[in-house]
């Protein structure tokens, strides 16, 4: 790097311990070794040798530094961290160790929506720590297996692991009990995907009431944010802006902006559902500037479109327009098939909206099909019920009919009984 001792060490390590260390005759702590290491731009695996205590302590302190990323939603970072700690661990006299290196890095590229390499390294981890006896890797298996299981929309399937990871989180009584609400959590996720909102608030309660114990914010502001979409998608609006504007002053005190940038967007949704167009917009807009900051694209079009159904409420439609087809370009890019629906059903508003019936008509059967795939039966049914309102007022009441019928089953078959 063309540095002398003494620039290396700076004000924290003298020079004559500079000199110590490269004569062998002396060896840093693992905090002097990663401070030097990052002022000569290397990984402190890089410094290194398998088998050795420090090895050993490097990797395992890496290992805890990528699950805090992973917590944080820093997948990149995380990433990189089980990278490093498994060039260390791989091969080693630690089987269990290797093993979840090889499970943290498949948490980090399951957020990353890399979902092949993710199966890869959650196989590796569950033979490694089959090899061991080291069972209790299990739950984190689970969790990844459902992960990739939810995003690619095999929704029963995220749920089946959820549910398994979460019965051996509670047998092995795992260190990290706020993990227990996480899981819980999920499987909220997975009932609220599927359009049942009455279940999935009484999942997230249950998260609720385990991550309290544990005083963990970040993941308490997770969970009240998806408590307030459950309860908007009820309709009660007072109720999810509690939770939400909750969830916004937890992750403003956590400093965390990109989930700031999601729990605005989601008092924004809330606020055009009540009619409150102009408070919406405000909203939206602060989530996409955070996005924009962020880097997170995919939730930027989840804004994007949004802010496209906040327009057209307001008769801004060429706005809409542009807003709806730059959320597209991302959404395609991504291959964000559920996005993709959502904003087919905004464009069938916009075109209604400004007289273009028949288009109107096919991005709605467009969405309906989308949301049909997807199994997400509250949206199939607000499509239908929208595209039929359509086809009445424009004196088409026998097209119409199956459309209404269908809605009506939908919202049926989901009432509690």
């Known amino acids: ?11 924290d390590v003298s020079k004559a311990f500079i000199s110590l260390i490269e004569k062998g005759r002396a060896k840093p702590s693992l905090d002097t070794l990663g401070l030097l290491a990052g002022r000569l731009q290397r990984p402190v695996g890089y410094f290194l040798e398998r088998g050795t205590t420090l090895g050993a302590k490097a990797v395992r302190v890496t290992v805890a530094a990528g699950w805090v990323k992973v917590k944080q939603g820093d997948y990149t970072g995380a990433a990189e961290a089980f990278n490093e700690a498994l060039a260390l661990a791989a091969g080693g006299d630690d089987p269990a160790l290797e093993a979840e290196c090889c499970i943290g890095l498949a948490t980090a590229l399951a957020g990353l929506r890399q979902h092949d390499l993710a199966r890869r390294n959650v196989e590796r981890g569950r033979d490694l720590a ?31 692991h959820f549910a398994e990871a979460y019965r051996r989180f509670e047998e092995f009584d795992h260190p ?13 996720n997975t009932h609220m995907e599927m359009g049942d909102h009455v279940e999935a608030a009484r999942w997230y309660e249950r998260a609720m009431a385990l991550l309290e114990s544990t005083g963990d914010m970040h993941r308490l502001g997770l969970v009240h944010v998806q408590l307030g979409v459950a309860e908007r998608e009820r309709g009660h609006y007072d109720a999810a802006l509690a939770h939400l504007n909750r969830a916004e002053h937890v992750f403003e005190v956590l400093e965390d902006r990109r989930l700031l940038g999601w729990a605005h967007n989601s008092i924004g949704i809330t606020l055009l559902a009540e009619g ?26 989840r804004s994007l479109t949004e802010l496209g159904r906040a327009m057209i409420a307001k008769g801004e439609f060429a706005s809409a327009d542009a807003l709806l087809d730059e959320a597209e370009r991302l959404t395609d890019r ?82 509690p009984r």
Do not use: W
Request: charged share 25%; glycine share 12%; with cysteine.
């Open 130 to 160: 089959e090899t061991s006896g080291a069972s209790h890797h299990l739950v984190r298996i689970h969790h990844v297996l459902g992960m990739i299981a939810y995003q690619e929309r095999r929704l029963l399937e995220a749920r089946g």
């Open 334 to 415: 991504f291959k964000d098939v559920t996005e993709g629906a959502r904003i087919q059903a905004a464009r069938a508003q916009l075109r209604a909206a400004t007289g273009r019936i028949p288009e109107a008509i096919r991005c709605y059967k467009r969405a309906i099909d989308g949301f049909t795939a997807l199994g997400m039966k509250a949206d199939v049914a607000n499509a239908c019920n929208a595209l039929g309102d359509l086809l009445l007022k424009h004196g088409r009441a026998s097209q119409a009919a199956p459309y209404l019928s269908r809605a009506l089953e939908v919202l049926r078959a989901d009432s």
């Open 176 to 188: 990290d009990r706020g993990f227990g609400g996480i899981l819980l959590y999920n499987i909220g």
């Open 1 to 11: 790097m063309g540095l002398t001792q003494t620039q290396l060490g700076g004000t």
């Open 276 to 301: 409150k167009v102009d408070d919406a917009i405000a909203h939206i807009e602060a989530s996409l500037r955070i996005k924009a900051e962020t880097g997170d694209d995919p939730g930027r079009a």
